[in-house]
């Protein structure tokens, strides 16, 4: 029981997986009703027609003009045993562009309650080896069987001019442009009922593509990424400006401003466009770096990263640093998009002292300093307010306001023990003045 729910759940996955028969398209072959027998050939082996090997164990499937389902037929009558490998095979066929395809044909077929093996299966030669069909399906419902040899539709009732659908996966397939299809029936048993296969009506379907231009994609000036089409054989991007091939389905996309590309897939049945839009935003300005006294200023507000010649400086991101080691420093900037700008120019930083200010602006003054609490700034320029800003060494602001006319007194009872910037910026420009907490 448990057995037979597992094979069960596995037909359902299949069938989820597989297309539909009733989305074929178009025709790879065309339909074949052996009205005559031009297109068939049981002599030497040909991939233009269909062909059974005579020198199989019975002779080969064989070719009748009349009986079939609208004319002729291919088939074959008798009591055989061991009956294995009179297959009918298909003239060669190029699937490119397609995905899946699906062999249709009528089939009539004996049936005896003690033939339990009686049955066809189907299989195809691709990429140098043979590889099983994946569905069978009658009236859109799965009837094959699997086993060691292979998928089959079993001849488990008579059967009278039934339509067949059998899927083939191509997937995992390179080489799709000449293809075999198999159509191999067998019969286990000599005991003198009368086998018999009929097969009528042959045809091999594909879909029309589906092209897929993947998803919309953003990058940075000068950089690039890899465009991802698929539902092809064959693929032409269009503009092909900024690709490394406008012929495949994975160019590299380097593009010096913001382009819609248009693909248009290709394959035996036809072919469909899809487009992608690739947003190239534009570098952030490069910054530049000065040094007043023991700190190195950028003149970008934000997305600073300070170097040095060891690299990025952990935490160091404002737009002013305070080296501690003589060394290089330099400035790289990340914008909101993540795109980098060029390298600043660099300022070899030797230690030289500590100053209490950097500026000479005599219209404010910070006391006491150091300071434990509470510290005083105290804006002396007549009738004009400032913006003010308390930073750490690596240049974050922990806390900013207004500046009124004459004295501000600010808590600064949060901040642990260390050195710290107060940025005040008003109408005559910007001043840094150093403080240490107590």
Request: glycine share 10%.
């Amino acid at each position: 029981m448990k057995k037979l729910l597992l094979f069960t759940c596995l037909l359902m996955a299949l069938e989820l997986m597989i297309p539909s028969a009733v989305q074929a398209q178009c025709s790879i072959l065309p339909l074949e009703q052996f009205t005559t027998n031009t297109n068939f050939s049981t002599g030497t082996a040909t991939t233009l027609k269909y062909w059974s090997p005579s020198t199989c164990t019975t002779g080969g499937l064989l070719y009748s003009s009349s009986g079939g389902c609208t004319a002729g037929y291919i088939g074959k009558t008798g009591s055989w045993n061991n009956y294995f490998g009179c297959f009918l095979r298909t003239p060669q066929a190029n699937c490119t562009g397609n995905s899946y395809v699906t062999l249709n044909f009528d089939i009539s077929n004996s049936y005896f309650a003690n033939h339990a093996d009686d049955k066809i299966r189907f299989y195809m030669w691709v990429d140098g080896a043979y590889k099983w069909a994946s569905s069978v399906k009658i009236g859109g419902i799965e009837v094959g069987y699997t086993d060691i040899n292979g998928l089959w539709l079993k001849f488990n009732q008579a059967r009278t001019c039934v339509n067949v659908d059998v899927v083939f996966d191509l997937t995992t397939c390179s080489n799709l442009t000449n293809i075999l299809f198999y159509l191999d029936p067998s019969c286990g048993y000599n005991d003198g009922n009368v086998f018999s296969v009929v097969i009528d009506n042959i045809s091999l379907n594909g879909a029309l593509p589906t092209a897929d231009a993947g998803a919309n994609d953003t990058i940075c000036a000068g950089t690039s990424t890899q465009l991802n089409a698929t539902g092809g054989g064959t693929y032409a991007w269009s503009p092909s400006t900024g690709l490394s091939s406008a012929t495949i389905a994975n160019p590299i996309a380097s593009p010096a401003a913001t382009t819609t590309y248009t693909v248009t897939v290709t394959g035996t049945c036809g072919n469909a466009t899809d487009t992608v839009v690739l947003t190239v935003n534009p570098l952030p300005a490069t910054p530049v770096i000065t040094q007043s006294n023991d700190t190195l200023f950028s003149n970008a507000p934000s997305g600073n990263q300070w170097f040095n010649a060891s690299g990025p400086i952990n935490g160091a991101t404002g737009y002013f640093y305070v080296p501690g080691v003589k060394d290089n420093y330099y400035v790289i900037v990340t914008d909101s998009y993540g795109c980098l700008s060029d390298t600043s120019n660099a300022i070899y930083f030797d230690i030289t002292g500590i100053s209490t200010a950097f500026s000479d602006h005599s219209h404010i003054r910070i006391y006491p300093n150091p300071a434990s609490d509470r510290i005083t700034i105290e804006n002396t320029a007549t009738n004009k307010g400032a913006m003010m800003s308390i930073c750490d060494t690596k240049g974050r602001i922990l806390m900013s306001g207004m500046l009124s006319p004459g004295k501000n007194e600010t808590d600064i009872s949060f901040l642990a023990k260390g050195i710290y910037f107060i940025k005040v910026t008003g109408e005559t420009g910007t001043t840094v003045h150093k403080f240490v907490k107590e």
